[in-house]
């Protein structure tokens, strides 16, 4: 459920961080991250996009950070 809530941020900020040439956050809640393998499936889901993300965690959020294509 999680990879489908998030596909369209995910698309969305890999669209703009390609026209951009800039960093594109997307943030998730901790509670819409229950369980590892759903974060593990956004992961993924990146990585078949052949795009370079990082990660990072604030307070109560979880922040995938998504790469311009070079």
Do not use: S
């Not at 593990?40 to 294509?69: C, L, N, Q, S």
């Amino acid at each position: 459920m999680i990879l489908e809530n998030a596909k369209p941020r995910l698309l969305e900020a890999m669209a703009l961080a390609n026209c951009t040439q800039t960093n594109q956050e997307v943030t998730f809640i901790y509670n819409e991250l229950h369980t590892h393998d759903t974060i593990g499936a956004v992961f993924m889901w990146i990585v078949e996009h052949f795009h370079d993300f990082t990660t990072r965690h604030d307070e109560y959020r979880f922040v995938v950070i998504i790469h311009p294509k070079k």
